[in-house]
Structure formats: structure tokens, C-alpha cells
């Protein structure tokens, strides 16, 4: 790990963008040609090889266009191996946190697939789109990154399953990817990216977020994100060349009845429904307490990552796929999770790689954990510690609620709650 202000060449570290798996990204200042770049600097592990770091070089300056992120420099710096790129100013994934408008998500669509498409052109199958492989520059500029992946498509193809679960294809989590399944990929981004939700395997349609994913865009563009996501790749379109020009066909009418819909928004607007009059009531009083900043994938209720199951649905899980906050994210359950956590506290999933022997200081750590040899702070909520991998025994309780749960004994909002988000265990109001 680099910390902010250390030198590494001709760099500069500002700070950390993101750590993955296999690599840790940084925003640094170029001190020759006085401009910011972003650093992708692989970890030291021995299972990790600088081959695939090369090999993701060697693609991404061969694709010259405006919507694939720009390498302006690799080399190797104090045994680092170091790969600068441009710098853009969030990722989609946190963009899609904002509300976007209709016409600016037909804008960043029709960029999206172009990248693709470009790629799929020169032959290049990408195994790893997602929201946080595309960056947003100034101008709602996008452009697409992270080839580390990526595939040459020739007579013979060998590839592992390598990707992202949330947004893999069937075919490419079994070792064989394809063109149709980076559209595959790209249709469930579009999903989210007009309807707001990532549905779930299996993708039963109507799928949760269908309704808004209809008024925003029409039947038109919605059919062509259904067949990019259809089980069988032979019924997907064959690469994103071919859905790209599919998408800009429809295009134009989508816009048409997104400016449609603006202009009687006011008359068509709906009263609040009383689901919603209860979530809202409900934030106003726990939000802060229990950081129910996400919203399930199925019911779109407010959710917190803490929570194992959705306390208005019952559904596991229910903030899987919502960015966090913190640093880096569970490979399991998708929590998030500190850099000197040495397990997940929520899951019971296997340990991390070290990344610092420094502990980083939390005003949320509110207890300490049971084990006399062990002692470290805990969050609300945990369910084991961090650091130990002890299960937490005594039962949390939730600030501002007398009740708990007759199963597991945390607390629970009762007044609003329809199961435990704990143990999913019906909550029984009383009369």
C-alpha cells in the first residue's frame, strides 16, 4: 500500500481510488508534466503475475477512441509495475448513485456501447463489464477501462471464468466467453442504469424495476436490453457492433418520450403511496442509526449493509450490488469492509490478504469484542469480529427501540418492520 504524499518515480500519491483483488488504484500528480493521472499498481502476491498486467497494457493502447480510457504510461518504478492512466472524476457505479436525467442516461448508454463496440471490432472480448470499468469525465464523457481480463478472440479461445458475479454471463462463468456475453454484461448495466435496480438471477420479466424502466426509455429500447440479456447467447445480439446500431435506431424515440414525459410530469405525478409515507417516517428516525443508505433489490425498501435479510420483504441479502463506503468490499457477501479488517465481519467469509499492519481509528466502532485476547473495537451490528473471527454473543441492541427480536434478541424497528433484518424472523406488532 502507498500512502498520500509518497514518491514513486515521477508520481506523486494524492490518495486511494479504489483496492481490488489484484490491484490498487491511485490518484497521483505527475511532477513533469504537472497533471493528475491515475496509477494502477498491482499487488505483490505470488499468485498474481505481471503478464496479465502487460497483457491489459498492450490491449487498451492498441483501442484508440474516445469512450476507451487512454494509457499514457507503464513502466516499472522501485519493483512496482505501474500503469498510468487518465484520470477521470468518479466511476459509474458512483454515479449511478445521483439521480441522472433521461436524456443524460441515453447519452451515457450510447457511449457505453460504442467503447464496446470499438473493442469487439479489433476483436478484443473485455470478460469484465460493469459500472466500475467505466469512467466519467467532465462533458458526461465516458469511456471504458480495466482490459485486465480481456480475450483475443481467435479460431481456439482459452479463458477462465474470470469477471464480476453480479453482471457474468452463464456461459463465461463456465470458462467460455464470448462476444455476446460482454452484451450480456452491458444489458444488465443499462438495466440499472434507466430502471435504477440490478435484478437477480434468474431474470424473470417483469423483473423488479421494470415499471420505471418503461416510462423512462419505451418498449423499443427496453426489448434490446432483453435480448442482450437472454440465457441463450445465440439469441443475444453477436457482438455490440451489432447493438450498438440496434440501440441507435431507437434512439431518437426514446428521447422523444422522455421529453414527453417531462412536460406532464406534473399532471401524471401519483400520490405517494402509504408504502412509501412508512419508509420515509421510518428514515426519519433510523437513518442515521442503522445507515439505511441503500435500498433492497427486490422491494426497494431502505436497507443497510449490515443487514442479512430485508426487514420489509424477508429477501437475503438485500443491499448486494449497492456501492459502500468503504474502501474495499467482501468477495463474498459484497459488504463492505476496511483495509485492516482481517475477515468479514457480516458473512463468516474467508480471510483477506493483509494490506496494513496499521489500525485505522472508526467513530462508529461502539464496542469492543468478547475475546480476552483479542479485545478490538466492533461496529454496530457485526456479527463477528474482524479481527478474530469471533461471533459476536451478546445481542445488539437498536437505539431508539424498546423491542427486540424474539428469535435472535437484536433489536428491531417493530413499529415498521415486517421481519427481523437479523434472522428474518416475522416481527408480531403488537395490538
Not at 273 to 290: A, G
Not at 350 to 363: I, L, Q, S, Y
Amino acid at each position: 500500500m502507498l500512502k498520500a504524499r509518497q514518491k514513486i518515480g515521477k508520481y506523486k500519491i494524492l490518495g486511494r481510488l479504489a483496492s481490488g483483488p489484484l490491484a490498487n488504484v491511485y490518484r497521483a500528480f505527475d511532477t513533469i508534466h504537472k497533471s493528475r493521472v491515475a496509477l494502477k499498481i498491482p499487488k505483490t502476491a505470488r499468485n498474481i503475475s505481471h503478464e496479465d498486467f502487460l497483457n491489459e497494457v498492450q490491449v487498451a493502447t492498441s483501442l484508440v477512441h474516445p469512450n476507451i480510457l487512454a494509457v499514457t504510461n507503464a513502466s516499472f518504478i522501485d519493483e512496482h509495475f505501474v500503469i498510468a492512466m487518465e484520470l477521470g472524476e468518479e466511476s459509474l457505479a458512483d454515479r449511478l448513485i445521483r439521480r441522472i436525467s433521461t436524456e443524460k442516461a441515453l447519452d451515457l448508454a450510447d457511449q457505453a456501447i460504442c467503447g464496446l463496440a470499438h473493442a469487439h471490432e479489433n476483436k478484443i472480448i473485455h470478460c469484465d463489464i460493469k459500472p466500475e470499468n467505466y469512467i466519467v469525465f467532465p462533458g458526461n464523457q465516458l469511456k471504458l477501462t480495466d482490459f485486465g481480463f480481456a480475450k483475443i478472440s481467435l479460431r481456439t479461445l482459452k479463458a477462465s471464468g474470470s469477471g464480476t458475479i453480479d453482471y457474468i454471463a452463464p456461459e463465461q462463468a463456465m470458462g467460455r466467453p464470448k462476444f455476446q456475453s460482454d452484451v450480456f454484461s452491458l444489458g444488465l448495466v443499462l438495466y440499472r442504469l434507466f430502471s435504477g435496480k440490478l435484478p437477480e438471477w434468474p431474470f424473470n420479466w417483469p423483473m423488479i424495476g421494470n415499471e420505471r424502466l418503461m416510462a423512462r426509455i419505451g418498449p423499443d429500447l427496453a426489448a434490446i436490453i432483453r435480448k442482450s440479456i437472454k440465457l441463450d447467447p445465440a439469441d443475444r445480439y453477436r457482438d455490440a457492433v451489432q447493438m450498438y446500431a440496434a440501440f441507435r435506431k431507437v434512439k431518437a424515440k426514446a428521447k422523444s418520450k422522455s421529453s414527453r414525459r417531462i412536460r406532464s410530469s406534473a399532471k401524471a405525478r401519483k400520490r405517494t403511496s402509504w408504502r412509501k409515507l412508512r419508509w420515509r417516517e421510518f428514515q426519519l428516525q433510523y437513518k442515521k442509526i442503522l445507515d439505511t443508505r441503500h435500498e433492497c433489490r427486490h422491494c426497494q425498501g431502505p436497507v443497510a449493509e449490515s443487514m442479512q435479510h430485508c426487514p420489509w420483504c424477508g429477501k437475503d441479502n438485500p443491499a448486494r450490488g449497492s456501492v459502500t463506503q468503504m474502501p474495499a468490499a467482501c468477495p463474498r457477501c459484497d459488504r463492505g469492509v476496511k483495509t485492516d479488517w482481517e475477515y468479514c465481519a457480516y458473512c463468516y467469509g474467508p480471510g483477506f490478504e493483509v494490506e496494513t499492519t496499521r489500525n485505522f481509528p472508526d467513530k462508529r466502532y461502539t464496542a469492543k469484542c468478547s475475546n480476552s485476547s483479542c479485545k478490538e473495537p466492533l461496529m454496530p451490528f457485526m456479527r463477528y469480529c474482524p479481527w478474530c473471527r469471533t461471533k459476536v454473543k451478546r445481542p445488539w441492541k437498536l437505539e431508539g427501540s424498546k423491542h427486540s427480536c424474539r428469535s435472535c434478541r437484536w433489536g428491531i424497528a417493530a413499529d415498521f418492520w415486517n421481519y427481523c433484518a437479523w434472522c428474518r424472523e416475522p416481527v408480531k406488532r403488537e395490538k
